[in-house]
Every structure is written in structure tokens, then in C-alpha cells.
């Protein structure tokens, strides 16, 4: 990591983005975002190998023009190696996919349902929980267009 | 005679509507086919990429901490059953059927509980015998991944409760486009020979994982079952569009048989009565010279 930092700028790797319906991503860029579960791992080149789950959220990438990227991702997990970052999650979405009113609509009914918290025994909160989480995000990534 | 060309006229019109209609449903379940091909190379990446990060971190932990590589005390078998919401596929279904049927007879006396996707399979199985425990609402032929995500992690949740003992995946096999098979895979517990741990692979393979080996592996090890079933459903369906084709390519065939012997006695008709009408009418010159 530390002769990365005098050049990192100029320095890429290569990121996969890949969900089990497909590979939505698979380009050189310059550094990464991951909403890792113990918060947003940063990457540049040369970052040390490391896997972790990855949470709800929003990943971000500068592609090699400098140009600022956003995706929607669901749970999963981010693979770092020497010269590759694979991040592995249920879903990805592009701001152009996702649908705004429906992403406003869910986020409030999880909201309603963790509001219920102790009151009503059917509600699986942890599921709530995550589908609040992956609205947050596509309500972000959606506002960033 | 007259109405008997009426009616076979009638008939080979008839067959050949149907002729029309199984062909059109062969070239529907060809082309389906192909792009359900395409859905399931899609879905490669991902899985070799998880079987490579679980296979490696398998070769570090201890696989006898992780409840789901252990059975548990429960003695009742879970079933989940892969089957299709259309029929006209042959003998998909009834080979699924016959195969469910040989696992609860070979296990008697065993509690089962049936999870089944389709709804062929929510028809059959309503008011026979294990009765269904839970029966997934999709339509098979759209299900997303996120989808077989959230059932796989109710199994896992029935199974971590001790209500089942094992869990066992009954899907269709797509062997080769002319050949499908039904087949019972073990799901959980977790085989950890399954895992393909690789101890040497391990060995080299030294990142930091956060927040630690353990908790990355428990966290892998349900995702790796959702896409274990994930791919099981994509290549059932394969399986159900193939032999969809064949039995509707078989339909199509046979109504072509029928049209062309239909036809052959539709002629001969048609000539025994030309033929008899100019015997009568030949008859009938005859009488009047004599």
C-alpha cells in the first residue's frame, strides 16, 4: 500500500461487478467505493487483499476518464487481490433502472413495519431492516443523478 | 358416402389446426429455451467466483463449528421440489412426481415436509399423502435470484430451528437437450467434502478478512446454498422448456401422420363415389338403348 500513494491517481485495477443474473461490470477504473459491513472501503491500486461482506448500499467507481459512477447493490461480498477487486452481491442496479416512485414506496412500507417493532409478532425485521437499507440506497444513488 | 367426405374434410381441417398450434408451441419453447441457456451462463460467474472463495476459506476454518455443515437432532426430512406451472412437457412432471414418491416411500414412518415451486407441482401434491408444508408463490419461469434468496433463507431458518433434519432438492436435470432427469441432491446438512476445501490454496491465499474467517464463512455458506437451488431452478427449466419442444415436436409429427392418412382415405372416398356415380350414369344409358 505504500508505494501506492505518490502515483495512485494514475494508477488503475480492474473492477468486477457481478450478480447472480450476470456480470454487470468488468472495466479498469481508477478507485472504488464498497459499502462494506464495518463502513465504506475505500479502494486505490495496490490495496491489500481483503474479503468482507458487503451491506446495502452504494457503490461508487471513478472510471479512468475521472468520471464518477454510481450502482445500487444489494448484500454480498468484496474480494480483493493483488490486481483485481470482485464484488459479489445479490442484486446491482444502474441509476437508470431504478424506478423512483417504487423505491420511495418501499422504503416507506419497511419503515411502517419497523415501526411495529414489538407490537406485532409476524413482522421479520430483519428482513425489513434489509429492505430499508436497499431503498436507502436506491434512493441515493437515484438523487446523485 | 356424401357425409362421410364431409366429416373426413372436417377432420383434416381439424388436425391440421392442431398441427398449426403444436408447431407454433415448439418454436415458443425452442426459442425459450435458448434464451433460458443464455440465463443460466449468465449465472456462471457468479457461482464459480463463490465456489472459489468458499472452497479457500473451507481450507481454514474448522467445518464442525458451523451448524450447517452439522445435522441437527430432528429426524424430519424436508423436500423442496422443483417443478414447472405449464403442462404439455411430456413426462416432466410425472417423472418428478414418480421420483418424490419413491423418497417418501422409502423413508416410512419419517416426517416430510414438501416446499415446492410450480404450480404442477402445488396441484399434484394438494390432498396427497406428506402434503404440502409451504408452497412458493412465483411463476417458475420469472423467478429472480433475490427470489430463491429469501425461500432458501427460510429453509435455513426451519433448519437452524431443529424443524427438519435434512434438506433434499428434487429437480430435473438438463443432461444434453435430448436428455432430462429427474434427480434428489442433498442440501443441507452441508456436505464439507462438497465444499472442494482446499488446504494448499488456502494456504496462499492470505487477505485480511473482516470481520474475521469465521463470520465471512458463515455468511457464505446460506449463499452458497441459494445458489446451489438457483441454478437447480434454471436448469429444471431448461429441462421443462426442452422436453416441451420434443413432446410438442412429437404432436406436430403425429398430426402430419394423420393428415397424410386422413387424406389417402379422404381421396379414396371421393373416387368410390365419382367412380359409382359413372357406373350409375353408365348403367343408366345402358337401360335406356335396350
Do not use: W
Not at chain 2, 39 to 50: C, D, I, T, V
Not at chain 2, 214 to 229: D, N, T
Not at chain 2, 237 to 255: G, N
Amino acid at each position: 500500500m505504500a508505494d501506492a500513494t505518490t502515483t495512485t491517481t494514475g494508477r488503475t485495477f480492474r473492477l468486477e461487478l457481478i450478480s447472480p443474473e450476470r456480470v454487470l461490470l468488468d472495466r479498469t477504473v481508477r478507485s472504488a467505493q464498497v459499502p462494506a459491513e464495518d463502513g465504506l472501503v475505500g479502494v486505490l491500486a495496490g490495496h491489500a487483499p481483503l474479503v468482507s461482506p458487503v451491506v446495502p448500499g452504494v457503490l461508487t467507481l471513478v472510471d479512468e476518464n475521472g468520471q464518477r459512477h454510481r450502482y445500487a447493490v444489494g448484500q454480498g461480498f468484496v474480494e480483493i487481490t493483488k490486481d483485481r477487486v470482485r464484488v459479489l452481491v445479490d442484486s446491482a442496479e444502474h441509476p437508470d433502472q431504478i424506478d423512483r416512485t417504487r423505491a420511495q414506496k418501499a422504503f416507506d412500507r419497511a419503515r411502517e413495519r419497523l415501526g411495529k417493532r414489538g407490537s406485532d409478532k409476524d413482522v421479520d425485521f430483519a428482513r425489513a431492516e434489509a429492505s430499508l437499507y436497499r431503498a436507502m440506497a436506491r434512493l441515493k444513488v437515484v438523487a446523485s443523478l | 358416402m356424401a357425409k362421410g367426405i364431409k366429416e373426413l374434410r372436417r377432420r383434416i381441417r381439424g388436425v391440421k389446426n392442431i398441427a398449426q398450434i403444436t408447431r407454433a408451441m415448439e418454436m415458443v419453447a425452442s426459442t425459450k429455451l435458448k434464451r433460458l441457456q443464455e440465463r443460466a451462463e449468465g449465472s456462471k460467474p457468479y457461482g464459480e467466483a463463490l465456489r472459489m472463495l468458499v472452497g479457500r476459506l473451507a481450507g481454514k476454518v474448522e467445518s464442525e463449528q458451523f451448524p450447517l455443515l452439522r445435522g441437527n437432532t430432528s429426524g424430519a426430512i424436508g423436500l423442496l421440489v422443483v417443478t414447472g406451472d405449464k403442462g404439455l412437457c411430456g413426462a416432466y412432471h410425472s417423472n418428478l412426481f414418480k421420483t418424490v414418491t419413491a423418497l417418501v416411500q422409502q423413508n416410512p414412518g419419517t416426517p416430510i415436509k414438501l416446499f415446492v415451486y410450480g404450480g404442477k407441482g402445488r396441484i399434484y401434491f394438494r390432498g396427497r399423502k406428506p402434503g404440502i408444508e409451504l408452497a412458493y408463490p412465483d411463476v417458475v419461469e420469472k423467478i429472480p435470484f433475490v427470489s430463491v434468496r429469501d425461500a432458501v433463507r427460510g429453509l435455513v431458518k426451519r433448519f437452524l430451528a431443529g424443524e427438519i433434519g435434512s434438506l433434499k432438492l428434487v429437480s430435473t436435470r438438463f443432461l444434453s437437450a435430448a436428455q432430462q432427469k429427474p434427480e434428489v441432491r442433498d442440501l443441507l446438512p452441508i456436505d464439507p467434502a462438497s465444499l472442494l476445501g482446499d488446504p494448499v490454496a488456502a494456504k496462499h491465499f492470505d487477505p485480511i478478512l473482516e470481520p474475521s474467517t469465521e463470520v465471512i464463512f458463515e455468511r457464505l455458506l446460506p449463499k452458497y446454498l441459494e445458489m446451489q437451488v438457483y441454478g437447480a431452478v434454471l436448469e429444471a427449466l431448461a429441462s421443462e422448456f426442452a422436453m416441451r419442444r420434443i413432446a410438442m415436436k412429437a404432436a406436430t409429427d403425429a398430426a402430419n401422420d394423420m393428415i397424410s392418412s386422413l387424406t389417402r382415405q379422404y381421396n379414396r372416398a371421393r373416387q368410390e363415389t365419382i367412380t359409382k356415380e359413372l357406373l350409375e350414369i353408365v348403367g343408366g344409358a345402358e337401360a335406356l338403348k335396350g
